[in-house]
């Protein structure tokens, strides 16, 4: 139903027809504007009612239902579909609501299913494939899960898609959870991070404090899991902890405890004391393994500051872990010093890009997809990956110059 057409049908007025064709609801906070239904959606909200307990879609929805009570004037400008018109845009669906005389009316709840170009936010089946010789590991990207029954859920970053991430969490989730963590299936959290511009500007909101929509999916997530008291295995990747961050500042200040849950931080782009303060908060746990930073790369270890952080929350996670980030800051020190010496002296870069010259190793996001553990393998990856990337070009005798295969 669309509100400038049945309003035609009132012969413009408005207070009658909001007055006739919706209802107000009752729950949630006392707080903010009233809230009503258009009765032809009030069954649809009725089963969303039903279900919010069982089911994480239909917890997400009916909460930010109730969201549109306290919507701040500014993002209600951003969704404007006509003068009392608005669209409230969810991960897998959108909310249509008019705003009239200081109450919101919702006008249609619509759910957007899964297509092959777009692939929504939300907790999928990954199962490993038999018969295809190397382990490959499938998405199953047909419907949404709506409770989790694995021991294992991930938080993918950077991906080229979701299968691509279904690939590369179990290497990360066994490395901080040991190799029989998972045998044949886990669960994924998706996380559509593939270097355009909208993941990174999603990114920039959830780590300044403006909590996307698909971290307020995340947060219901993970609050019923938690309400279910399962006991769950974390595993965060890359660009997935600034998610979880965001994810569990909403968790915290709505007084849940996630204390059943463990968390493995594998190549963190975010400070790490900032995330283990909402994490410590909700009561979440640590996994014993150290977090997982590949040293060469400059978002993981520098611009992050976890050069600093890298210590302290690696004892908290582990007392007996003390001595790794001083053997890792110490072989960082041999390894760039080595690097930069045989940069400036064999290839004549100039003084200024000799420091950085190490860090150039780790800097492909793709990287951030695998187990760099030591100052070593960082150098060895970074140069195979490099070595790969050149393989592929070849010289292009007319236009003079290097051109891709």
Known sequence: MVVEKTLSDFKGNIDQYFKDQFEEIGEGSSNGRRLFIAKNAKRQFNELLKRKDKSFSERYFYNQILSIKNVGYLNSQFSVISPIT?????????????????????????????????????????????????????????????????????????????????????????????????????????????????????????????????????????????????????????????????????VAKEGKSLENFTVFYANPTVNLQLIDRWRSKTGMKLASKAPLINIMSARQYLTSLNFFSDAIVTRRADPANVGIPVYNAIQTAITTAGIATASATFLGISAAAVGAAPFLLGQSRTLSQKVIDSSGKSVQEGVRHYAGKAKKLVWDPIHKMMVAE
Not at 89 to 108: D, F, K, M, N, P
Not at 113 to 133: C, E, F, H, L, M
Not at 167 to 179: A, R, S
Not at 198 to 212: I, K, P
Request: glycine share 8%; hydrophobic share 35%.
């Open 86 to 250: 608005r669209r409230l845009r969810l991960e897998g669906g959108e909310i249509i609501y008019a705003v009239w005389h200081g109450s919101s009316y919702v006008t249609q709840i619509n759910v957007t299913p899964n297509n092959s170009d777009k692939i929504n936010p939300g907790v999928y089946a990954v199962r490993k494939q038999t018969g295809k010789g190397k382990e490959v590991w499938e998405a199953d990207t047909n419907s949404e899960l709506n409770h989790i029954q694995t021991k294992n859920l991930a938080i993918n970053g950077y991906a080229n898609g979701i299968q691509n991430a279904a690939n590369f969490m179990p290497d990360l989730i066994k490395y901080g959870f040991g190799e029989i963590a998972i045998r044949d299936v886990y669960s994924l959290f998706y996380n559509p991070c593939s270097g355009n511009l909208s993941g990174e500007w999603r990114s920039f909101r959830d780590n300044n404090g403006f909590s996307t929509q698909t971290a307020k999916k995340l947060a219901d997530i993970l609050a019923l899991t938690a309400e279910k008291e399962k006991e769950l295995n974390l595993t965060v990747h890359e660009d997935g902890h600034i998610l979880l961050k965001s994810a569990l500042r909403i």
